[in-house]
């Protein structure tokens, strides 16, 4: 048995070292493209409608750098992934359309190159949720997270729609529908998932 092993063995090393020597030759790499550098930085605080993109993404990122946390505490985990994947779900079409238009504006000509992390780059968000959640421990953000999740405060679509509606002229009952500011740390539940800036 131990002679079928070493010859079964020394087969697969031999297969192994002629498949190496028979594969064709790498082309030469095509040069990388220069890093994506944005073409503005932060936000644009004098065009309303970048601005509330802009918002709407730190508060996704915001979401995502607390949901990525809590997938860390046992008792978390299972509720933080459920709450989270239903949440991205219903939002995943706005969310993709805020990373389309974002990356325009930061990376013009070189946009469909623009990643996530290109984005939170430009916006000199932060990339660790411990940064930015202040006197609440993560514990109590994550705990908070399934219901607040849930929340008006949350609806990406909703605030992206109320935002259009708000840059339109309308009568003076309607200018109230402007996007709030992302949550900040507190104790409410609505304060579970702050916007990861500086």
């Known amino acids: 048995m131990k002679r079928f092993t070493a010859w079964l063995l020394l087969a697969l090393l031999s297969a192994a070292a002629t498949a190496q020597e028979t594969l064709p030759a790498a082309e030469p790499s095509a040069p990388l493209a220069a890093p994506l550098q944005p073409l503005h ?32 505490l046992a008792d978390q985990a299972g509720s933080t992934q459920e709450a989270y994947a239903a949440w991205h779900a219903r939002q995943a079409t706005v969310i993709d359309g805020l990373v389309h238009d974002l990356a325009r504006h930061y990376f013009g000509a070189r946009a469909d190159e623009a990643r996530w992390g290109d984005l939170v780059r430009a916006l000199n968000l932060k990339d660790n949720i411990r940064d930015v959640l202040g006197e609440v421990t993560l514990e109590e953000a994550c705990a908070t997270l399934p219901t607040a999740i849930i929340r008006p405060r949350y609806e990406l679509d909703r605030l992206l729609a109320d935002s259009k509606t708000h840059e339109d002229p309308a009568p003076a009952a309607n200018r109230g529908n402007a996007v709030p500011s992302a949550p900040t740390s507190g104790a409410n539940p609505d304060a579970a998932a702050p916007k990861a800036s500086e």
């Not at 993109?53 to 750098?65: I, T, V």
Request: with cysteine; net charge negative; proline share 0%.
């Open 41 to 72: 930085q932060g936000y644009a605080f004098e065009q309303t409608d970048v601005l509330v993109r802009q918002r709407l993404f730190g508060l996704a990122h915001g979401l995502s750098l607390l949901a990525g946390a809590c997938l860390d």
